[in-house]
């Protein structure tokens, strides 16, 4: 069975479907057509840790029972038990059945495993680990189910989705590719974490980055692909606001 039919499966059982998406970018980890089919739909804005409110009050905007929290601090997590409760008593619900969606890597189980108050969904900080369902009870107020990230089909550029958590920065072809659209889309972020001058020539930013780590090849050369994904890797631990 495809992981895109396990999901669509576990929306149809959900009294109530969580989409977890990542605060740094949650148009781009956004399934609308998705979202359609969950009959309550709460947005759960995850790694709120990770940008400042500014960037989350301008998200907020247009999304409906939208929660923030940051699973890995443990924050929101009461204000999101809350929003479920509320939600089923609000539909007269007793013992609803809670979906959890996202793309790969946004903190799916985590969300789970703090809701439950100990580590029962497994983890890991690579992207698709999660290859099926998994059902927990949390307490005596709700069973959730827990879903393989699945990325739309209008998702699949490798620099994109490196972007996003959706692949792992250690297994795309060209990560020097998805850097330079990162310098680009964030002008200054990454020189300012790596103490380098922004320039024009974004390739050789990440030459002087690469220098600066002490990432080199033969002939004292600036690894250039080492760098880019160790930058990626940085930006996806939230090591750049």
Not at 26 to 44: G, P, Q, S
Not at 164 to 181: L, M, R, T
Not at 184 to 198: C, D, R, T
Request: hydrophobic residues 35%.
């Amino acid at each position: 069975m495809s992981y895109g039919r396990i999901v669509y499966e576990v929306i149809e059982r959900s009294d109530i479907v969580l989409e977890v998406l990542d605060a740094r970018f949650i148009d781009e980890t956004r399934n609308e057509k998705v979202e359609k089919k969950a009959k309550i739909l709460i947005h759960v804005i995850n790694k709120c840790d990770y940008v400042d409110k500014q960037h989350l009050d301008k998200a907020k905007i247009g999304l409906e029972n939208c929660v923030y929290i940051s699973a890995k601090k443990h924050f929101g997590i009461t204000l999101l038990r809350k929003k479920i409760k509320m939600l089923a008593n609000k539909n007269r619900i007793k013992n609803p059945v809670v979906g959890v969606i996202g793309y790969p890597n946004v903190g799916k189980s985590s969300i789970i495993n703090a809701l439950k108050g100990k580590a029962s969904a497994r983890t890991s900080p690579e992207a698709g680990f999660t290859k099926g369902k998994q059902y927990l009870r949390i307490g005596n107020d709700f069973l959730m189910i827990d879903t393989p990230g699945v990325i739309s089909r209008e998702k699949n550029k490798e620099e994109e989705l490196v972007l996003i958590g959706a692949k792992n920065p250690y297994s795309i072809q060209d990560p020097d590719i998805a850097v330079i659209q990162l310098i680009k889309s964030h002008p200054e972020l990454v020189e300012k974490a790596y103490g380098v001058k922004a320039r024009k020539n974004k390739e050789a930013t990440i030459e002087e980055i690469a220098l600066k780590l002490n990432l080199k090849k033969k002939g004292n050369l600036p690894d250039v692909e080492r760098a880019s994904r160790k930058i990626l890797q940085d930006w996806l631990d939230g090591r750049m606001k």
